[in-house]
């Protein structure tokens, strides 16, 4: 059978992280029995064995703190997620039914801001809830998906109804299965967001 790598990794961490509790223990212990010095040194030491084990906590959990913290350190352009604040009025135009106005100025921002998650989402609700372009909306959504390099929540929500209008368009689910097993291993998903394709892609195999 299998292994599950993160249930490894999680296990391996949690043996490390009970390692680390022993020793922060242990050092003030044995140091504090020889002196001043010794149980400063041993204080020392004992903090060092504390910040690994508290890392290690972070990890184990509170994956998702530590996952975002992680992102917004060390994360590249796939965690900056730019949101253009004239979405806004495109929103406004939309709920008073102005179609036009709401697909210009789409047009104009997205030229400025091609890869903004919360865009591209907003363009393909406008395509499959405004314009009745449901083959359209699936085209763009495809596209953005395959190129898409920035992390936002509304990746995970245009990947679930772009599968549904694969389906609508008859798509075969080998390649449909491909794809979202392609999208999983991506950074523009968290790891909750990937349990979501993963769960699709048990679906779609049922």
């Not at 993963?198 to 679906?203: A, F, I, N, P, T």
Request: proline share 1%; net charge negative.
């Amino acid at each position: 059978m299998a292994l599950n790598r993160e249930k490894v990794f999680k296990f391996c961490a949690f043996l490390l992280f009970l390692f680390c509790v022993l020793m922060a223990v242990t050092r003030i212990v044995v140091h504090g029995r020889n002196g001043t010095l010794s149980a400063v040194a041993g204080l020392l030491e004992c903090l060092v064995w504390a910040l690994f084990a508290g890392l290690l906590f972070v990890v184990l959990f509170l994956g998702n703190i530590s996952e975002s913290f992680t992102a917004f350190l060390f994360g590249g352009r796939e965690y900056c997620d730019e949101t253009p604040m004239s979405l806004s009025h495109v929103r406004g135009f939309i709920a008073a039914g102005n179609y036009e106005e709401a697909a210009l100025l789409l047009q104009e921002l997205y030229a400025q801001f091609p890869d903004s998650p919360d865009l591209n989402f907003l363009i393909f609700e406008f395509y499959c809830d405004c314009c009745g372009k449901s083959e359209l909306a699936k085209e763009f959504a495809g596209n953005y998906l395959k190129n898409a390099a920035v992390r936002s929540e509304d990746n995970i929500l245009m990947l679930l109804r772009y599968c549904d209008l694969c389906l609508q368009y008859g798509a075969d689910k080998d390649d449909l299965i491909d794809f979202l097993l392609d999208q999983s291993v991506r950074n523009i998903y968290s790891e909750s967001d990937k349990k979501r394709i993963m769960e699709r892609v048990k679906g779609l195999n049922s």
